[in-house]
């Protein structure tokens, strides 16, 4: 199925179901939600239809959506139990949520995120759960570096990645025991909620990399954020301070939460240079200032690894 047919039938499957689940749908607000390679989702109403990246494994996706359906506290709950196929790609149905503004950084819930993630990470781990898959989706950004050639970007970033140890290189089994990770968290796998039954509140979406492994790595995102000067110190403790007061197990035994984010925070932000490298060079524009901040992280990473390894960033 070629990307121009995805769209339309995807958008079709969609209002099937939004009309299924509401016979006198409005049709209000539809469209494309998000459309990259590695996933496209659309919404009609108050249904949203999301093609899997097309290389998802079904048996996998099943077992995550399971996952979600059993913790409706900390995620949006999928709208069946299994994917559906659309020509070869997985589908899934999912409610209507609202995302964070991106345009408005300073509403960033972080202390619900900071309390969703804890409870995640306390949730029972089934012996079916998939593994979580962070480190493989970061080993795969590093790899997508080939494409890009000899571009100066390139060779810190593969240096930093070097100084990683195997299991956040995807090459090892990750630190036990495990919990319930997210796999991908940054704050566009957040929806606000509200209904009769459920008063206005925060989900995670997106189970695509959900699973169990080291919790430390859902909180590696906003670490190498706040290394990287991206988050400001009172957004960070916001987060901190909500995870903890919510009993999340990733830092129990760490004084210096530094002692525990290092690595996850090293492999993300190793994770996120690799794809805005990749990105601005497919696009034909040069590095944009932020994408200098994450590459002079790879640097740092690459030139001090013990330092950072017991140090705090700030």
Same mark, same amino acid.
């Given at each position: 199925? $070629? ?6 039938? &995807? ?7 939004? #009309? $299924? ?25 108050? $249904? /949203? ?22 913790? +409706?506290?900390?995620? &949006? ?9 659309? #020509? *070869? ?7 209507? *949520? /609202?995302? @964070? ?6 509403? %960033? ?16 781990? +089934? ?9 493989? =989706? ?6 997508? &570096? ?6 100066? %970007? ?8 070097? $100084?990683? +140890? *195997? ?20 704050? *566009? ?8 039954? @459920? ?24 670490? %190498?954020?706040f290394a990287c000067g991206l988050l400001e110190p009172q957004e960070w403790g916001r987060f901190l301070d909500a995870y903890r007061a919510a009993g999340g197990p990733a830092l129990d035994a760490a004084d210096d939460p530094w002692a525990v984010l290092e690595v996850p925070a090293r492999a993300l932000t190793v994770q996120t240079a690799a794809r805005t490298v990749t990105k601005a060079v497919a696009d034909g524009r040069?590095?944009?200032? @932020?994408?200098?901040?994450? /590459? ?5 990473? %690459? ?9 705090? +960033? =700030?």
């Amino acid at each position: 199925m $070629t990307a121009a047919t995805l769209l339309p039938e &995807l958008t079709a499957r969609a209002e099937d179901v939004a #009309h $299924t689940r509401t016979p006198t749908c409005p049709c209000g607000a539809s469209g494309t939600l998000a459309d990259r390679p590695d996933g496209t989702v659309v919404r009609h109403a108050d $249904t /949203v239809a999301k093609a899997h990246a097309p290389d998802a494994d079904a048996a996998g996706l099943t077992r995550r959506l399971a996952l979600a359906s059993h913790l +409706p506290d900390v995620f &949006l709950p999928p709208l069946g139990p299994a994917p559906a196929d659309l #020509h *070869g790609r997985l589908v899934t149905f999912w409610p209507y *949520g /609202v995302p @964070v503004d991106p345009d408005d950084p300073d509403a %960033a819930p972080w202390e619900a995120v900071g309390t969703l993630l804890a409870l995640l990470h306390r949730a029972p781990v +089934p012996e079916s759960a998939p593994v979580m898959r962070g480190p493989l =989706k970061a080993a795969r950004a590093v790899a997508g &570096l080939r494409a890009v050639g000899a571009h100066p %970007a390139v060779a810190p970033v593969r240096a930093a990645w070097a $100084t990683l +140890p *195997g299991w956040a290189r995807a090459e090892a089994p990750m630190p036990q025991p495990a919990t319930l990770c997210h796999g991908d968290l940054h704050l *566009g796998q957040l929806v606000r909620v509200s209904g009769a039954r @459920v008063p206005e509140s925060w989900r995670l979406i997106d189970v695509d990399d959900l699973g169990a492994g080291d919790p430390a790595w859902d909180l590696g995102r906003p670490a %190498a954020w706040f290394a990287c000067g991206l988050l400001e110190p009172q957004e960070w403790g916001r987060f901190l301070d909500a995870y903890r007061a919510a009993g999340g197990p990733a830092l129990d035994a760490a004084d210096d939460p530094w002692a525990v984010l290092e690595v996850p925070a090293r492999a993300l932000t190793v994770q996120t240079a690799a794809r805005t490298v990749t990105k601005a060079v497919a696009d034909g524009r040069p590095l944009d200032e @932020v994408d200098h901040a994450l /590459v002079d992280s790879c640097r740092r990473i %690459a030139a001090v690894p013990a330092e950072l390894a017991h140090e705090s +960033p =700030k």
